[in-house]
């Protein structure tokens, strides 16, 4: 079973950086796709970014042109670098990895950030 765990999490001011990191435990297995959504307080989860095996992306427009999604293969991990944040991207952000059709999440990060 795969079991995604996040990291990198944590304040930031408008304007900032922060860079999440999302990796599989476990072993033998194959990740289709990886992506990152996440959760306001009082929303819905949304999807934030999302990569195949294959390198093709696709982002929310509300993200576009600043965050960027990558993975590694080889270590069954996925990135989320997110640069110029604004105050509306606080929320929890969750990982999730699908292998064949079964989605797998973490528990989420923390992300907040002040104006």
């Known amino acids: 079973q795969v079991q995604p765990v996040e990291s990198g999490g944590g304040l930031v001011q408008a304007g900032g950086s922060l860079r999440l990191s999302c990796a599989a435990s476990?072993?033998?297995?194959?990740?289709?796709?990886m992506g990152w959504y996440r959760q306001a307080p009082g929303k819905q989860r949304e999807l934030v970014a999302r990569i195949f095996t294959g390198g093709g992306t696709n982002y929310a427009d509300s993200v576009k042109g600043r965050f960027t999604i990558s993975r590694d293969n080889a270590k069954n991990t996925v990135y989320l670098q997110m640069n110029s944040l604004k105050p509306e991207d606080t929320a929890v952000y969750y990982c999730?990895?699908?292998?064949?059709?079964?989605?797998?999440w973490g528990k989420g990060t923390l992300v907040t950030v002040s104006s």
């Open positions: 476990g072993s033998g297995f194959s990740i289709n796709a």
């Open positions: 999730s990895m699908v292998q064949g059709v079964i989605y797998y």
